[in-house]
């Protein structure tokens, strides 16, 4: 995709502003009018400026492939994913989902790939039960 393209392009040119710009643009995609943002923005930039260092020289291990492995879970797994997030994230989530034995998906509406500053609610309640979120929610 062109986002992926210029995503790569700002990682090997380790452009930490352009790098900031498509992650916001991709990954908080319900943008300043969402909840959240006002954490989510300074934290991107900060992470872009430490992954356009890191990026340098750096190349993945075709053995460390973990997808032909995913059966191997035994864990209790729930895969969550906003239904704004990327659709490629999306695409993962399901992998995972149909990969790991007995794993749950679970889509949280109006949120994108922020999810624990989009949705913390709905969040707390997937990873602990709605009996456990509402008690610890006071």
Known sequence: SPETDAYAAALRGSD?????????????SLGDRA????VIEP????NAEARATA????????????????????????IVVGDHDH?????IAARLADG????RLEV?????????????????????GPSDASSSAR
């Open 35 to 38: 909840p959240g943002f006002d």
């Open 43 to 46: 934290m991107v930039r900060e």
């Open 55 to 78: 990026e340098k020289g750096h190349a993945l291990d075709p053995d460390e492939d973990a997808v032909g492995r995913l059966d191997r879970i035994e864990a209790p797994t729930t």
């Open 108 to 128: 949280v509406a109006d949120s994108d790939h922020y999810l624990p500053l989009r949705a913390p609610g709905r969040l707390l309640e997937l990873l602990l």
């Open 16 to 28: 930490a502003r352009r790098i900031a710009e498509l992650e916001l643009t991709v990954w908080a």
């Open 87 to 91: 659709p490629e994230i999306g695409v």
């Open 100 to 103: 790991i034995p007995d794993a």
